[in-house]
């Protein structure tokens, strides 16, 4: 049964840092890419940031390119998302994918995690 759960999310200002945490259980040994969505209310799930297995290829949202670093540590299972010089429009529930086909654009697999919430005032 492939599971998978995020943490880190809380309430900030603008401008102050975060860091995602999501962590996979279900699939040990198996290569996978890994990934995060958000979703603000209101709004569709919208993609944020995949990497590869072994971390060589990563892509970003244009919205969050040179904030945001997607990085992962495959012993722990576990992956992360730095979030830098946080805007109010991040504001979501931030969930993590895992195993999605990854061929130049990330498709989300149907293994999701229950999401954690993002808050940024202004």
């Known amino acids: 049964q492939v599971q998978v759960a995020e943490s880190g999310g809380r309430s900030v200002q603008a401008g102050a840092s975060l860091r995602l945490s999501c962590v996979a259980s279900?699939?040990?040994?198996?290569?996978?890419?890994m990934a995060w969505f958000r979703q603000a209310p209101g709004t569709e799930r919208e993609f944020v940031a995949a990497i590869s297995w072994r971390g060589g290829t990563t892509d970003y949202a244009d919205s969050v390119k040179g904030r945001f670093i997607i990085s992962r540590d495959n012993d722990k299972n576990t992956m992360y998302l730095q979030m830098n010089l946080l805007k109010p429009e991040d504001t979501a529930v931030y969930y993590c994918?895992?195993?999605?086909?990854?061929?130049?654009?990330?498709?989300?697999?149907?293994?999701w995690g229950q999401g954690t919430q993002v808050t940024v005032s202004s």
């Open positions: 994918n895992m195993g999605g086909d990854y061929y130049g654009e990330y498709k989300p697999s149907s293994h």
């Open positions: 279900g699939r040990p040994g198996q290569a996978y890419a």
